[in-house]
C-alpha cells in the first residue's frame, strides 16, 4: 500500500527543483497534493504530470493565506503534510553590502513564508477529521549550520528555520497534538537552477568539480533525494521524530578533511 495513501499535503514553491520533485513523489506515494508558486506555465507542467492541484499564492502574503486554506479544508475535508519550500537568494550578498530592501525580501520569504505556512497548517490540522495531526517540514539548507559570508541573509534565514522547527515541534507536543515539525537541510542539490549557473560559468567543467567537492562523497544530491526524505518525514514511519534537523549534504558539515 502506497505510503501516504488518504493523506493531503501542501507543497510551498512547488512549480520547479525541489518542490516540484517533493510533489511527484508524494503523488506516487498516493498523496493528494495541493502546491503554490508564482510560476504558472512551469506549474501546469507539474500538475498535468502528477494530478496535483495548483494554486498561485506568494507564501509571505499574509492576506493570502486564509483563502488557501479555506480552499484545501473545501476541497479536501483536512491536512496531513505541510512541506514549506519556498525560498530565494534575492540580492543577497555580505553584511556590509546588503541592502536593507534586499534583506527584508529575503527575510519575509525565507522565514515569514516559513512561520505563515506552520501557522496556518496546524490551525487546519487541528480540526482533521479523526483528531488533530500532521507533519510540518522545512526546508533549510546546509546553510543552516555553516553560514556563507557573502550570503548574510540566507545563511541567517536557513539557520533561523532549525529553531522555528523545534519551537512549532515543542509547542505543538505541549498541546498534546499528534503534529510534528522537523527541519531538512540539503547541501548542493542538482536543480535546474544549478544546471544552469554551471553550463553558463567560463569553465562549466570546473565549476560542476568544485560543486561537486563540497561533499566528500564527491557529488551533489539528486532532487529525488532530497524529496525522498519528506516523504519518510511525511509517513507514520516518522511518527516518533519531532524538532529534529536532517542533514541530506553527503557529509558536507560532518567535519575536515585535514591536511
Not at 491536512?79 to 541592502?99: S, Y
Not at 488533530?132 to 541567517?156: K, Q, R
Not at 521524530?241 to 542533514?247: F, P, Q
Request: charged fraction near 15%.
Amino acid at each position: 500500500m502506497k505510503r501516504l495513501a488518504g493523506k493531503v499535503a501542501l507543497v510551498t514553491g512547488g512549480s520547479s527543483g525541489i518542490g516540484a520533485a517533493a510533489v511527484r513523489r508524494l503523488a506516487e506515494e498516493g498523496a493528494e497534493i495541493v502546491f503554490t508558486g508564482r510560476n504558472e506555465e512551469a506549474a501546469a507542467t507539474v500538475a498535468q504530470a502528477t494530478g496535483a492541484h495548483f494554486h498561485r499564492h506568494s507564501v509571505q502574503d499574509r492576506a493570502a493565506w486564509p483563502e488557501l486554506m479555506s480552499m484545501m479544508e473545501a476541497r479536501f475535508g483536512r491536512l496531513d503534510i505541510a512541506f514549506a519550500n519556498a525560498g530565494v537568494e534575492g540580492a543577497d550578498t555580505n553584511i556590509e553590502a546588503i541592502t536593507a530592501e534586499a534583506w527584508d525580501q529575503i527575510v519575509s520569504v525565507n522565514l515569514t513564508g516559513p512561520m505563515l505556512t506552520a501557522q496556518h497548517a496546524i490551525s487546519l490540522m487541528r480540526r482533521n477529521p479523526g483528531g488533530p495531526g500532521g507533519s510540518i517540514i522545512l526546508n533549510s539548507s546546509m546553510n543552516g549550520i555553516l553560514a556563507l559570508g557573502g550570503n548574510v541573509g540566507y545563511s541567517t534565514t536557513k539557520g533561523a528555520l532549525r529553531l522555528l522547527a523545534k519551537s512549532v515541534a515543542m509547542h505543538c507536543a505541549s498541546q498534546g497534538l499528534t503534529i510534528r515539525c522537523n527541519s531538512i537541510h540539503p547541501g548542493v542539490v542538482e536543480t535546474q537552477m544549478i544546471t544552469q549557473a554551471i553550463a553558463g560559468s567560463p569553465d562549466p567543467a570546473a565549476a560542476r568539480r568544485t560543486l561537486e567537492g563540497l561533499s566528500p562523497l564527491r557529488r551533489m544530491a539528486t532532487m529525488e533525494e532530497v524529496a525522498g526524505l519528506v516523504v519518510y518525514l511525511a509517513s507514520d514511519e516518522a511518527a516518533f521524530i519531532t524538532g529534529a534537523e536532517y542533514l541530506i549534504d553527503g557529509g558536507s558539515t560532518a567535519g575536515m578533511n585535514g591536511v
